[in-house]
């Protein structure tokens, strides 16, 4: 998002108030951006669990007693139903974990717009608050 | 980096249009260039990477016990396959890489297409100014 | 850069310029060199573990695994002849105590021979930072 303002139309007092919502406004969309980047990275998780589910159901049957799920820094070993059940479970952990960023994010989307509106409402085209 | 020779002010507004148009292009020109630069590291990292893989999975006897971690399980897989894999990986890595490489070559030669307009508006307008 | 250029010719702009290159590509090999001389450390380190504890006497004795830098579980060594190898690009591999040995050699002497391959070229440029100096201090 870029913030400007153009000194060369009409002379518009800043207050500080105004300031404080620029500043407000620029850390907001900061934190978008964050919680953006997280999403993309549970995207990524989820793509993987999928993508072991479906490994797991071609291992050939000797293959499926113990295989090996990272714990920390360990593997421990689990049969097959249990692994799916922990992969489950890390699926369930990380859509919960999209729903809450989802909710900031809309939380934080209206509060920009709000303020988008104020400022615009004052300086028109002297500031420009576009991605 | 490329600036304003003349005085600007005895020169054509047209003119300036023309030579902010030419300057912005090249701006965005030089960041495609470098944004493909960033990836070509990237790339090139990415193959080393694999190559080391695919030497070490042929220094394994067949019946060697040869694992991908995807996501957190370990899968098994069969070593045939994992070398299959990897090359697939290698090929699709170097084409991307050539890709890249030709991008960056037909880049650049808009930039100098576009320096070379800049040159020759502002001799125009260094020749009108007198 | 295959072209040869007479320092003295050049004006102290332009051998700034020319110093503070060298400086930014001296910082990138020296930090380059760092890094292999870190993973070499690490592939040494591992060979020597491997070496020390993966011995026939230790089966089934009691160790202390990290599940986390700072959390341990108590476990038994079973079969201390293999071990899982990380060979890159998510790929594991299970091998013996001597091939994993060979394996960390591998990687080891490897490492040893890029650091060898850089070392000449970051003293080149040392050298040729240094004349850059010197040059310009006759500029002064």
Known sequence: VLITMSSDKEEVQVTLEDQKKINLFAKKNGNLNEIETELEEIKKALQNIEDAGDD???????????????????????????????????????????????????????????????LYAKFGDNINLEA | KLGPYINMGAVDAQVRLELQKEFDEIQKVQKEIQKSAELQKKLDSQL????????????????????????????????????????????????????????????????NKHKESVSKIQAKATAVAH | QG??????????????????????EIEYLTSSMQSLK?????????????????????????????????????????DTNKVLIDIGTNYYVEKNISEAEEFFKRKSDYVKQQMEKFQPILQHKFKTRQLIVEVMQTKL
């Open chain 2, 48 to 111: 080393n990477q694999n190559t080391v893989v695919k030497d070490e999975l042929e220094f394994l006897e067949p019946e060697s016990n040869v694992y991908k971690l995807t996501g957190p399980v370990l899968v098994k897989q069969d070593l045939g396959e994992a070398k299959g894999t990897v090359s697939k990986r290698i090929e699709y890595i170097s084409a991307e890489i050539k890709r890249q490489e030709t991008l960056v070559a037909d880049l650049e030669k808009q930039l």
């Open chain 3, 3 to 24: 072209q040869e250029i007479n320092l003295t010719t050049l004006q102290l702009p332009q051998l700034k310029m020319l110093h503070d290159q060298f400086d930014s």
């Open chain 3, 38 to 78: 870190g993973a070499q450390t690490q592939f040494e380190s591992s060979k020597r573990c491997l070496l020390k504890s993966m011995t026939p006497e230790n089966e089934g004795k009691s160790v202390l695994v990290p599940l986390t830098s700072s959390l341990y579980v108590p476990a038994n060594l079973v």
């Open chain 1, 56 to 118: 797991l159901l071609l291992l050939e049957d000797e293959d499926s007693e113990a295989i090996p799920y990272q714990l920390g820094e360990v593997f421990i070993q689990h049969n097959l139903e249990e692994t799916q059940g922990l992969l489950e479970k890390e699926k369930d952990k990380y859509e919960q974990r999209m729903k809450q960023l989802k909710e900031e994010a809309g939380e934080i989307e209206s509060m920009m717009k709000e303020l988008k509106v104020q």
